[in-house]
């Protein structure tokens, strides 16, 4: 995964990260957001874009499972 430079600081970041916004939903696809997390993780995602407000709660329990 390229790690670019972040700003000023000079840190690495991915250049690549998974957002998730409306992933929950029917059980479809909450399994294949599921699915698709767990692969990012295996192929050396790191940064994954959350917020509480993101279904009620739901997304961090689904983002949870892979990790």
Do not use: C
Request: hydrophobic content about 40%; charged content about 25%; cysteine-free.
């Amino acid at each position: 995964m390229i790690k670019p430079p972040f700003g000023w600081s000079n840190v690495e970041v991915p250049a690549i990260g998974q957002g998730t916004w409306m992933i929950e939903g029917d059980s479809d696809r909450e399994k294949r957001a599921v699915e698709t997390l767990r692969l990012g993780l295996d192929l050396g995602l790191t940064h994954i874009d959350t917020a509480e407000m993101y279904g009620e709660g739901r997304v961090e329990q689904l983002v949870a499972e892979p990790l």
